[in-house]
């Protein structure tokens, strides 16, 4: 049960004590058990065994007892504009489950109204998995694009948002010249790209086959003049691919043409990709990234599996990286963190980083007690109708 221990409103430092689990290097867990995590202006003073090593300068204590601290996830790739499409027709190929589903259900975001339900039961959810940062896909339409961006604000959590920018190859009612995605992508700069904000934009070509030329050149060049991040798709299938080869002759590979207008980058991390994934949770994304790296063991002997340690650092510490300092417990790095009371599955005498363990396999987000992002506890976001 979370206890104050002691608060001095003359000081500004907080000190949360619980068992504290997070990775510095992606090959080893860092345990402190019984530990204080420092937390002053949203970012972390430090880690120690003893509350006693951040002196005379703290305001207040908050005790979680035996319960987990541990970073908060980052989804790296989401579409907030399908969300309600998740688990549906998942045995189509990528281009004719975007035509016969995707495009049609993106479309009905130029009803803000209708945004405003998808998008606020979107945030929530997240919110429900212990997500605070995401890079997240919109669509094509400004006004429902900002009202994501507005939620996301309202309710305290980071987020890269994207408006899509495509010019063929799809329907009717999501396609936009180069000139209308070019100003659409002005405004959200103009309006959102302030480097402390938790939610800013995010160039979002959606993928070559929907993009032309002149429309990735527009991208890449707005993303060097205004140094805002971008985001696509890449490689997701082999008609894919073999349709890239066509648009782009030019190009030794899918990453190459990508590379050629200055779309391309160097951050991993884990997505849900709903609704191409079908789960929301990063828990449960770690557990799949684990289980295909075995799979691909078993084919490729001198390729190793991912560990556990490395699955959490990629969706934590390497995730985060693109949001900053996020994703870590080292000094400087903003607190994003989730307590975790997993009291109902220590049904043995489990080691700190065996109950982690337990809980990304079997727990879900009923066992996430409390959220923060950037230093800040984060309610229950409201859902709209």
């Not at 990735?216 to 707005?222: A, H, I, K, S, T």
């Not at 691919?241 to 899918?254: K, N, T």
Request: glycine share 8%; charged share 25%; net charge negative.
């Amino acid at each position: 049960m979370q206890q104050a221990i002691h608060q001095n409103p003359h000081l500004s430092m907080k000190l949360y004590k619980a068992n504290i689990i997070f990775t510095r290097e992606k090959d080893r867990f860092e345990v402190v058990e019984n530990g204080y995590v420092g937390v002053e202006n949203g970012r972390v003073v430090d880690v120690a065994a003893s509350a006693d090593a951040f002196g005379q300068q703290v305001e207040e204590v908050i005790d979680y007892g035996d319960r987990l601290l541990i970073p908060a996830m980052n989804d790296m790739h989401v579409h907030a504009g399908q969300y309600r499409n998740q688990g549906i027709s998942m045995d189509m190929e990528l281009l004719e489950w975007l035509n016969s589903y995707t495009f049609p259900e993106e479309a009905k975001f130029s009803d803000i109204h209708y945004a405003r339900r998808m998008y606020s039961r979107f945030v929530h959810d997240l919110w429900r998995y212990g997500t605070m940062r995401t890079a997240t896909f919109a669509t094509t339409h400004l006004e429902s694009t900002r009202l994501l961006m507005e939620l996301f604000r309202e309710a305290g959590m980071g987020a890269l948002v994207g408006k899509v920018n495509m010019d063929r190859n799809s329907i009717d009612a999501l396609l936009e010249t180069v000139d209308e995605a070019k100003a659409a992508n002005e405004a959200l700069i103009a309006e959102w790209n302030d480097p402390d904000s938790l939610v800013r934009p995010i160039l979002t070509p959606r993928f070559i086959p929907s993009c032309s030329s002149a429309m990735l050149r527009v991208c890449g060049e707005q993303a060097q003049k205004y140094q805002v991040p971008v985001q696509s798709h890449l490689s997701e299938n082999l008609g894919e691919i073999a349709l890239v080869r066509e648009l782009e002759p030019e190009s030794r590979f899918y990453g190459d043409a990508y590379d050629r207008y200055g779309l391309f980058g160097q951050t991993v991390g884990l997505g849900s990709d709903i609704s191409g994934g079908h789960d929301m949770s990063i828990m449960r994304v770690m557990v799949y990234a684990i289980q295909v790296s075995k799979l691909y063991h078993q084919k490729y002997k001198d390729k190793r599996f991912l560990s556990l340690s490395e699955a959490f650092w990629i969706a934590t510490k390497s995730a985060g990286s693109f949001f900053g300092r996020v994703g870590s417990f080292e000094p400087g790095y903003e607190f994003d963190a989730l307590v975790i009371d997993d009291s109902d599955l220590k049904h043995g005498n489990y080691t700190l980083t065996q109950r982690l363990e337990r809980f990304i396999y079997v727990g879900d987000d009923r066992h996430i007690a409390v959220r923060f992002c950037r230093g800040q506890e984060i309610p229950e976001p409201r859902i709209l109708d």
